[in-house]
C-alpha cells in the first residue's frame, strides 16, 4: 500500500522560511517523478514544484527563487524548501507521487502552511 505523509507545515510571518517534507513508503521511490502541490481556499489546486527520476526539476514561475525542490532516494523522502514565505503562499500543500505520464497516481492527505504579514 502506498502512502505519501507530509509535515512540517505551520504559521509563519511573511519572509519566513519552512521545510516540508513527504514521506514515502510502499513504492520504489527512485522510480517515480514526485510534485509537490497546493491549494488555496477558493481556488484550484496548483502545481508548484516538481522532481523528475533523475532529478530534473521545474517550479511554477510564483515560486522560482524562493522555492527548492529536492528528495533523498535513500531516505523515501521529499523536500521543499520555501524561503522568504509571503501571504499569498497560504494553502494546504500536497505531495504526489507518478510512475509515467502526465498524471499523479499518489497522492499525501496535505499539511497547512499559512503565511501572515
Known amino acids: 500500500q502506498v502512502q505519501l505523509v507530509e509535515s512540517g507545515g505551520g504559521l509563519v510571518q511573511a519572509g519566513d522560511s519552512l521545510r516540508l517534507s513527504c514521506a514515502a513508503s510502499g513504492l520504489t521511490f527512485g522510480t517515480y517523478g514526485m510534485g509537490w502541490f497546493r491549494q488555496a481556499p477558493g481556488k484550484e489546486r496548483e502545481l508548484v514544484a516538481a522532481?523528475?527520476?533523475?532529478?530534473?526539476?521545474y517550479s511554477v514561475d510564483s515560486v522560482k527563487g524562493r522555492f527548492t525542490i529536492s528528495k533523498d532516494n535513500a531516505k523515501n523522502t521529499l523536500y521543499l524548501q520555501m524561503n522568504n514565505l509571503k501571504p499569498e503562499d497560504t494553502a494546504v500543500y500536497y505531495c504526489?507521487?507518478?510512475?509515467?505520464?502526465?498524471?499523479?497516481?499518489?497522492w499525501g492527505q496535505g499539511t497547512q502552511v499559512t503565511v501572515f504579514s
Open positions: 504526489a507521487a507518478r510512475y509515467g505520464g502526465s498524471d499523479y497516481d499518489y
Open positions: 522532481i523528475s527520476r533523475g532529478g530534473s526539476t
